[in-house]
T-cell receptor, first 115, second 114 residues
Framework: GAVVSQHPSRVICKSGTSVKIECRSL??????MFWYRQFPKQSLMLMAT?????????EQGVEKDKFLINHASLTLSTLTVTSAHPEDSSFYIC???????????FGQGTRLTVV | AQSVTQLGSHVSVSEGALVLLRCNYS??????LFWYVQYPNQGLQLLLK??????LVKGINGFEAEFKKSETSFHLTKPSAHMSDAAEYFC????????????FGGGTRVLVKP
């Protein structure tokens, strides 16, 4: 299957700072990327959908000014958590897709801890 | 709107016994259905998928699932559990027209007893 690389795998940051997470499709052009959030022992909740070259579509209840998503190229999307607080601590997972695929491919996830 | 219900948040099986994880879905259009496995602090690994071809789908690691439209179900089975099958399992549904955006079930944690 296609390979999606997510970086970093773990990050610890101080309250009030911003942190950027990258999601790269290594061997295909991802016209669409998805960002999910997973709390401990819970399922994945979709945060936003990003299409290359256009603004992301956020799910209800997700603050777009806090979770900035950029999808400037067909192989890279970034999620920036701005002014992070401890309640933003979570596992963030991206997935990437293209029209010729019948599935989306997942990154390895990023464990964010805000202290 | 689509939704997925996984019956049982925890399942405990003995090594060598049948593994059965239940998944029911709701979709207004023919769905694509998926089963993923997640190990601690890792991403998701695709076990198998149904995309409107054969209703009995075989996946990796000896898992299979059967799509039953009349029951709106997509249960996952494995004839003989291994210790390495202990993990979290997620059923998910998508629509091709939605660009493969997934809606996940709540997950089922599998414990395998020796």
């Amino acid at each position: 299957g296609a390979v999606v690389s997510q970086h970093p795998s773990r990050v610890i940051c101080k309250s009030g700072t911003s942190v950027k997470i990258e999601c790269r499709s290594l061997d295909f052009q991802a016209t669409t990327m998805f960002w999910y959030r997973q709390f401990p022992k819970q399922s994945l909740m979709l945060m936003a959908t990003s299409n290359e070259g256009s603004k992301a579509t956020y799910e209800q209840g997700v603050e777009k000014d806090k979770f900035l998503i950029n999808h400037a190229s067909l192989t890279l999307s970034t999620l920036t958590v701005t002014s992070a607080h401890p309640e933003d601590s979570s596992f963030y997972i991206c997935s990437a897709s293209s029209p010729e695929n019948t599935e989306a491919f997942f990154g390895q996830g990023t464990r964010l801890t805000v202290v | 709107a689509q939704s997925v219900t996984q019956l049982g948040s925890h399942v405990s099986v003995s090594e060598g016994a049948l593994v059965l994880l239940r998944c029911n879905y709701s979709s207004s259009v023919p769905p694509y259905l998926f089963w993923y496995v997640q190990y601690p602090n890792q991403g998701l690994q695709l076990l198998l998928k149904y995309t409107s071809a054969a209703t009995l789908v075989k996946g990796i690691n000896g898992f299979e699932a059967e799509f039953k439209k009349s029951e709106t179900s997509f249960h996952l089975t494995k004839p003989s559990a291994h210790m390495s099958d202990a993990a979290e399992y997620f059923c998910a549904v998508s629509r091709k027209a939605a660009g493969n955006k997934l809606t996940f079930g709540g997950g089922t944690r599998v414990l395998v007893k020796p």
